[in-house]
């Protein structure tokens, strides 16, 4: 299996192509939204450096439901437009925090947590959910990461549907 190791990690353009390599290579071939989103959450958790939490929420019409993650135990219903996941949900767009304290209504689910990003998932027009990295570094996260992490997204959202 993939262990993810050895990717460059002085050259982060780079180092989210060979992650978004090895990603497609782990969910080739499977559809399944649950085993994917485990899988992927395993991998970059392995993967990215000064992280302490990676993972998944699914929109289930309503609010949204904690899918599959690796790092502490972490809440399991934020509603859209709460934190920064709902924000990134609400808004359909990236949330790149620096600072979480200095978020309005940020969610600590880690206490460890400092900064984090938060990427929607949209199928078509479809919100699927968002995928969420906290660090505990403040402005652990850039514009390279916003990048990789959208690209990690998109190979995440072609395998709900490639057989
Ligand atoms: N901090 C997030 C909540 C989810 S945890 O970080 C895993 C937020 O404010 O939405």
Redesign the pocket.
């Known amino acids: 299996m993939f262990i993810a190791a050895d990717l460059p990690t002085d050259d982060k353009p780079r180092f989210y192509a060979e992650l978004a390599a090895q990603a497609r290579a782990l969910l080739e071939g499977e559809t399944d939204r649950i085993a994917n989103a485990a899988n992927l959450a395993a991998l970059a958790y392995q993967a990215l450096p000064r992280i302490n939490?990676a993972g998944f929420y699914f929109y289930d019409g309503r609010e949204l439901v904690l899918g599959p993650f690796q790092g502490k135990p972490?809440?399991v219903r934020?509603a859209l437009g709460r934190?920064?996941?709902?924000a990134a949900a609400s808004q359909r767009q990236t949330q790149l925090v620096a600072d979480?304290h200095a978020f309005p209504g940020?969610?600590?689910?880690d206490a460890a947590?400092r900064s984090?990003i938060v990427v929607p998932l949209v199928l078509g027009d479809e919100l699927l959910g968002v995928w969420?990295v906290?660090s505990p570094e403040p402005g652990r996260f850039d514009q390279d990461d916003r990048q990789g992490m959208q690209a990690l997204c998109a190979v995440f959202l072609e395998s709900l549907s490639m057989k």
């Open positions: 939490w972490a809440c934020i934190g920064v996941c709902g979480v940020h969610i600590a689910c947590s984090e969420d906290d």
